[in-house]
């Protein structure tokens, strides 16, 4: 099997972390892939690392050509089975003379008409499937392909890097730090939480409106902002908590990283959340822009061993259910099998 992946993306970010993470775990896998993505140094690091070959574009959306021809130029050279194009701007790149064995991914609920050189379409749940055949896609060529935690072992950073108490409960945020991940109503919640610390591990275009914020609400001693992290399974294992705030979320893959990490989590109900935990079960479910609601949320989670026994041997299971790099492997080079069968 031979898989041309295809990413523009951000430097960082969600989407792109379920990126490289799949082409890695298809890499350890066995499956011949090459690279078509933007030239985010840490990325290209990994990929290369991983053994997997990396052709640079621009995906300019006006200068098209550049990226047209490098995608051409790869295709002709790989001849891949199946082409993969990881979200919509990489879809807008699709050649039509492959669209047979094209696959589109989607991370959230776009409109298939960015995905039309792509007979193939997967979202990242099966809500988003639902939404794709909705839209019009023959239900036999939609699928949910699910992403995995790619958490692996770490010592737990010491909490004095940040000038954390040890015994102080600490509640973890991975997020960017943009108006859709809620991250202003944490820190509410966080207001009438004394003695209660937090990490948001982040970056992005409201940080100084957050960090403002937090001095006004009287927080300054107890958040610590730790910027964009790499090491998340050194932070995870710090903390004994995760919160996860979002206004928008098409999925939520710190919901799988929480899981995996055995570390309890509170989740706002944004639709990926929504269709993934189950309220009381793996996660404790708050409705979103409600600092109320989460604060009690947290303060339950602190002052309850019991609950966050639970929560965290019900997230492990959930995660082992459906949510590890084996699982995706299989689940991606099953259908990829499918579209070059057919396609």
Same mark, same amino acid.
């Given at each position: 099997?031979?898989?041309?992946?295809?990413?523009?993306?951000?430097?960082?970010?969600?989407?792109?972390?379920?990126?490289?993470?799949?082409?890695?775990?298809?890499?350890?896998?066995?499956?011949?892939?090459?690279?078509?993505?933007?030239?985010?140094?840490?990325?290209?690091?990994?990929?290369?690392?991983?053994?997997?070959?990396?052709?640079?574009?621009?995906?300019?959306?006006?200068?098209?050509?550049?990226?047209?021809?490098?995608?051409?130029?790869?295709?002709?050279?790989?001849?891949?089975?199946?082409?993969?194009?990881?979200?919509?701007?990489?879809?807008?790149?699709?050649?039509?003379?492959?669209?047979?064995?094209?696959?589109?991914?989607?991370?959230?609920?776009?409109?298939?008409?960015?995905?039309?050189?792509?007979?193939?379409?997967?979202?990242?749940?099966?809500?988003?499937?639902?939404?794709?055949?909705?839209?019009?896609?023959?239900?036999?060529?939609?699928?949910?392909?699910?992403?995995?935690?790619?958490?692996?072992?770490?010592?737990?950073?010491?909490?004095?890097?940040?000038?954390?108490?040890?015994?102080?409960?600490?509640?973890?945020?991975?997020?960017?730090?943009?108006?859709?991940?809620?991250?202003?109503?944490?820190?509410?919640?966080?207001?009438?939480?004394?003695?209660?610390?937090?990490?948001?591990?982040?970056?992005?275009?409201?940080?100084?409106?957050?960090?403002?914020?937090?001095?006004?609400?009287?927080?300054?001693?107890?958040?610590?902002?730790?910027?964009?992290?790499?090491?998340?399974?050194?932070?995870?294992?710090?903390?004994?908590?995760?919160?996860?705030?979002?206004?928008?979320?098409?999925?939520?893959?710190?919901?799988?990283? @929480?899981?995996? *990490?055995?570390?309890?989590? &509170?989740? %706002? $109900? !944004?639709?990926?959340?929504?269709?993934? +935990?189950? =309220?009381?079960?793996?996660?404790?479910?708050?409705?979103?822009?409600?600092?109320? @609601?989460?604060? *009690?949320?947290?303060?339950? &989670?602190? %002052? $309850? !061993?019991?609950?966050?026994?639970?929560? +965290?041997? =019900?997230?492990?299971?959930?995660?082992?259910?459906?949510?590890?790099?084996?699982?995706?492997?299989? *689940?991606?080079?099953?259908?990829?099998?499918?579209?070059?069968?057919?396609?």
């Amino acid at each position: 099997m031979r898989v041309l992946q295809v990413m523009a993306g951000a430097a960082a970010g969600g989407a792109e972390t379920m990126f490289l993470d799949g082409v890695t775990a298809l890499a350890e896998a066995g499956v011949a892939q090459h690279v078509v993505t933007r030239g985010a140094p840490a990325r290209l690091d990994v990929l290369r690392n991983a053994g997997v070959p990396v052709d640079e574009a621009s995906f300019d959306k006006l200068v098209r050509f550049p990226t047209t021809n490098t995608i051409k130029s790869a295709i002709k050279t790989f001849q891949p089975d199946v082409l993969h194009f990881w979200m919509g701007r990489a879809g807008t790149f699709a050649p039509v003379a492959t669209r047979a064995r094209s696959l589109g991914w989607y991370g959230g609920y776009y409109k298939p008409s960015r995905f039309k050189n792509c007979a193939w379409h997967a979202g990242v749940t099966r809500d988003i499937e639902r939404h794709i055949v909705e839209q019009g896609v023959p239900a036999d060529h939609a699928s949910t392909l699910l992403v995995f935690a790619n958490i692996e072992t770490a010592p737990p950073l010491d909490r004095a890097t940040f000038d954390t108490p040890d015994d102080a409960p600490l509640v973890l945020v991975l997020s960017r730090l943009h108006e859709k991940k809620g991250i202003d109503t944490l820190l509410d919640a966080l207001a009438e939480l004394p003695g209660v610390y937090a990490w948001i591990a982040g970056s992005g275009p409201i940080e100084a409106e957050l960090k403002a914020q937090c001095t006004k609400l009287g927080l300054d001693d107890c958040v610590r902002w730790l910027g964009w992290r790499t090491d998340r399974a050194a932070l995870l294992g710090a903390c004994d908590i995760v919160a996860f705030p979002s206004r928008y979320e098409p999925f939520g893959a710190v919901t799988v990283e @929480a899981w995996a *990490a055995e570390r309890p989590l &509170v989740v %706002a $109900d !944004a639709a990926g959340p929504k269709a993934t +935990v189950t =309220n009381e079960s793996d996660a404790l479910l708050v409705p979103k822009d409600d600092p109320g @609601a989460l604060r *009690a949320a947290l303060g339950r &989670v602190i %002052a $309850d !061993a019991e609950l966050r026994t639970r929560l +965290v041997a =019900n997230g492990k299971r959930s995660y082992e259910a459906g949510f590890t790099k084996q699982a995706f492997a299989r *689940a991606s080079m099953t259908l990829y099998e499918r579209i070059s069968t057919i396609g």
